[in-house]
């Protein structure tokens, strides 16, 4: 079963690549914006704390994320065998805590997969879901003080997985289908995805993808 990691800057297409690769395995999809977002839906105290942060984009601090966090990973890695974390960990001490509990109970990602646009693509794919969804942090001034945290907070990742050879990098500035096709590839080829019997799919191409096995 597979258990990985979606890390993207916002509009980079973690909760749609993620929702798809949850169906292709039958992994739980862990989104932590919808965890959130059914806090502050509910309207407890908590959720209204929540909802102090996320509204200005700014990320919840890492205490409050573990308690909401760690035990939908533990019950979800329990009822399905795998995860599809989609926005945690998201900063350091966030990824360092993960990689503890990850050890401890036996459930360390298998691979993080980096998801890339650049960012005037990502601005017009946010504001476009604004239309459609309604989320309040979808304003532009929002949108770029997302994308500034997410530099500043959430990129450092990247290398921290890169360096742990598990970070798969691909780009979705492309038809959706181009990415599916390489996702199921390099997980294919890394062996937490198994492969679809009988089934086709697209060549790869097009892709920026990056396998960082070579850095092992
Ligand atoms: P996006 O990737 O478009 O920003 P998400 O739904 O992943 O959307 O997250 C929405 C908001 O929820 C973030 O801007 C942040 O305020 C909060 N959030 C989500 N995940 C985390 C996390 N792991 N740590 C801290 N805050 C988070």
Do not use: C
Request: glycine share 10%.
């Amino acid at each position: 079963m597979v258990r990985v990691v979606m890390l993207s800057p916002p509009g980079a297409g973690k909760g749609t690549h993620g929702r798809w690769l949850t169906q292709q395995t039958g992994a739980a999809h862990i989104s932590s914006g919808d965890l959130l977002r059914a806090e502050v839906a509910r309207g407890s105290r908590l959720g209204r704390q929540v909802a102090a942060y996320t509204a200005r984009g700014n990320l919840v601090p890492d205490e409050l994320i573990f308690s909401i966090l760690i035990p939908a990973v533990v019950a979800a890695a329990r009822d399905t065998g795998g995860y599809v974390l989609d926005g945690f960990p998201r900063t350091m001490p966030q990824a360092l805590r993960a990689a503890q509990v990850g050890v401890e109970l036996g459930l360390t990602s298998e691979a993080v997969i980096y998801l890339t646009a650049p960012e005037e693509e990502l601005v017009t794919r946010l504001l476009d879901r604004a239309q459609r969804d309604g989320r309040v942090d979808d304003t532009l001034g929002v949108i770029q003080h997302r994308l500034a945290v997410f530099t500043r907070e959430t990129a450092p990742l990247v290398d921290y997985y890169r360096s742990r050879g598990i970070l798969i990098e691909l780009s979705t500035d492309r038809p959706e289908a181009d990415v599916r096709a390489d996702l199921r590839d390099w997980l294919e080829a890394r062996g937490p995805m198994r492969p679809v019997a009988g089934g086709s799919r697209a060549a790869p191409g097009g892709t920026s993808a990056n396998n960082d096995t070579a850095d092992r």
